[in-house]
């Protein structure tokens, strides 16, 4: 059948936490979400380009084609206090598939984009435990880099916009965050994402309740 407008439909969800569909990348998207309690809403290209954004943290994976209402819709929501975490090929395409000129992302935050190139295996960050995979953004970037390559090139950039934050990862991240091996990757997303309105601090919180089939 067709796909269900939010994972989870049987249970209450954090609606403070979105994530942008995307064919690619949102497996790993999902993944750097287990452990938030309730699962999240995943949000359509129409209701972004309706500005129904109701959510703190917006995670948008594989980001290469934006149409022009939806990037003033993310500017906006970032200006206005909310958080955008993205990756690589930001906004490289408007909807129709032609070029951006110059990349959506040269004018969200402060960076110059100089190419994008295909990663051959796993590339290691200067930090030793995180990992980029398939491909990454060459880009020019003096404010809020937070981790380089090994060959000195941002890796990862954190900026203010308006009263918000850019996270912009210059790799696949999401597909990157799949790596059984990138746990300081989904560390490093996790800790940009908001409290969890329910908290158990003790196993005295936890109520289980079995049925007569054996089944908790």
């Not at 796909?3 to 995307?22: K, N």
């Not at 452990?35 to 995670?59: H, M, Q, R, T, Y």
């Not at 209402?69 to 206090?81: I, L």
């Not at 380089?148 to 912009?168: L, M």
């Amino acid at each position: 059948g067709p796909p269900r407008q939010v994972v989870g439909q049987w249970m209450p969800i954090r609606t403070d936490i979105g994530i942008l569909y995307a064919q690619k990348s949102i497996q790993g998207a999902h993944t750097a979400l287990l452990g938030v309690d309730n699962p999240s809403p995943i949000l359509s290209e129409a209701e972004l380009e309706a500005d129904a954004l109701n959510c703190k943290v917006l995670l948008l994976p594989n980001p290469y084609m934006i149409s022009d209402k939806a990037f003033q819709v993310m500017q906006n929501f970032v200006k206005h206090g909310g958080t955008l975490i993205t990756e690589a090929r930001f906004g490289l395409r408007d909807a129709n598939g032609f070029l951006s000129d110059p990349p959506l992302i040269e004018k969200l935050i402060k960076v110059r984009y100089l190419y994008t190139e295909s990663l051959d295996g796993k590339v290691p960050l200067q930090h030793p435990s995180v990992l980029a995979t398939l491909w990454r953004d060459v880009v020019e970037c003096t404010d809020g880099v937070m981790a380089h390559y090994a060959d000195g090139h941002p890796a990862w950039i954190e900026q203010p916009v308006g009263k918000g934050r850019v996270i912009y990862a210059t790799f696949a991240l999401f597909a990157s965050a799949l790596l059984p091996e990138n746990h300081t990757l989904l560390v490093w997303i996790r800790k940009h994402l908001p409290p969890s309105p329910i908290g158990i601090e003790t196993s005295d919180q936890v109520e289980v309740t079995h049925s007569p089939d054996g089944q908790a």
